[in-house]
């Protein structure tokens, strides 16, 4: 079935051959679409009727022009800026044959040997050199300790005699007040004297350069001192000299 053309809309201008648009509105109409549609007529085809008997017929192998016009069209618009829609992420590309995973899945594990062996030569690195802290810092310590020993033990000496000046009665007055300071001087660097009598007998402690027996004793018992003893924190300077008296 053929379409008649359509008379050509007053609101319109004319149309440019090949089905292009038209060149401009006329003023005050809504927005218009045209749709052309070109048949070509063949031999075959019956012409359109027409509308009166002054209406051209087209002729065969001429082409036949329609055109749809609609008149109008609701355009809604919208205030302020438009809304942006979700950001487009590209799907990871996908290989294209098993062929190429099986060079990266190789590489991927190379790659993590070689991070654990890294890792692990890091954990090695860190333990050593934490060794290497704490014996530096306990070599330190000792070495302080045996510079502090060494200088304590060359006062001792100076100390026992204070003790018989003591145990006669000659520290008194001005020397007697120095030789406190002394002591008490010395003991803020850890020295600390032992050695007393009545104390249990013990022989990492205390020498024993006499021995004697006693009903007043249950255990062997320092009941004379000649000299006392001296330790540095839990270093042992200088064994007490002692006699001990075992019970009968």
Do not use: W
């Not at 008649?4 to 809504?30: F, I, L």
């Not at 927005?31 to 007529?41: E, G, T, Y």
Request: aromatic share 2%.
């Amino acid at each position: 079935m053929t379409e008649k053309p359509r008379a050509a809309d007053p609101g319109a201008t004319g149309s440019v051959p090949g089905g292009s648009a038209p060149a401009e509105q006329a003023a005050g109409d809504g927005p218009r679409v045209v749709i052309r549609n070109n048949r070509k007529i063949g031999k075959t085809e019956e012409a359109p009727a027409a509308a009166d008997a002054g209406a051209d017929v087209p002729a065969e192998g001429l082409v036949e022009e329609a055109e749809v016009v609609v008149d109008e069209i609701e355009v809604e618009t919208v205030d302020g800026p438009i809304p942006a829609g979700p950001p487009v992420v590209d799907a990871p590309a996908q290989p294209v044959d098993g062929g190429a995973v099986a060079p990266l899945g190789a590489e991927l594990e190379a790659l993590r040997a070689e991070l654990d062996e890294r890792t692990r030569d890091l954990q090695r690195v860190s333990a050593e050199y934490a060794n290497y802290r704490k014996r530096v810092d306990r070599d330190r310590g000792l070495v302080q300790e045996q510079a502090t020993g060494s200088v304590l033990a060359a006062l001792l000496p100076i100390l026992d005699d204070l003790d018989r000046a003591r145990e006669h009665g000659d520290l008194v007055g001005p020397f007697g007040t120095v030789a406190e300071q002394l002591t008490t001087a010395l003991g803020k660097f850890g020295l600390t004297p032992f050695g007393e009598q009545g104390d249990p007998f013990d022989p990492t402690r205390h020498e024993a350069v006499a021995h004697q027996t006693s009903a007043d004793v249950d255990e062997p018992t320092c009941v004379q001192v000649m000299r006392r003893g001296y330790q540095l924190g839990e270093r042992l300077l200088r064994p007490a000299l002692v006699a001990v008296a075992d019970p009968e």
